[in-house]
């Protein structure tokens, strides 16, 4: 066979395989996605939101504390039934309150 031929055989070939390789793609059903979505009903048991304020006019406080001290901090909220935002600001307006006296 000739080197001409052969070439052009194997573009033919190659084309047609190139087709043929679309064609499955197409035909192939999509892969359900792995990210939940948003309506996706899931089996978390809900607990009840403690009282929160909403978040506009809000601003965030970075610091660090000991892993013990937040421990506590938030074993405190808990047991009291409250959010940890509350405690802070309750235990603020306290200190607040005993040094102006």
């Known amino acids: 066979m000739s ?4 070439c052009v055989l194997s ?4 084309k047609l395989n190139r087709n043929m390789q679309r064609k499955v793609t197409r035909a192939m059903p999509k892969v359900p996605s ?7 009903q899931t089996s978390v048991i809900s607990l009840p939101v403690l009282t929160k304020q909403g ?3 809000l601003t965030p406080m970075n610091f660090r504390v000991s892993a013990q001290f937040h421990r506590e901090f938030k074993l405190y909220a808990v047991q009291h039934g409250m959010s940890m935002v509350d405690l802070l600001q309750k235990s ?6 005993r040094r102006t006296k």
């Open 3 to 6: 080197d001409f031929r052969y």
């Open 55 to 57: 978040t506009a006019g």
């Open 92 to 97: 603020f307006r306290l200190m607040k309150e």
């Open 34 to 40: 792995r990210r939940k979505k948003a309506n996706a």
């Open 11 to 14: 573009l033919i070939d190659y």
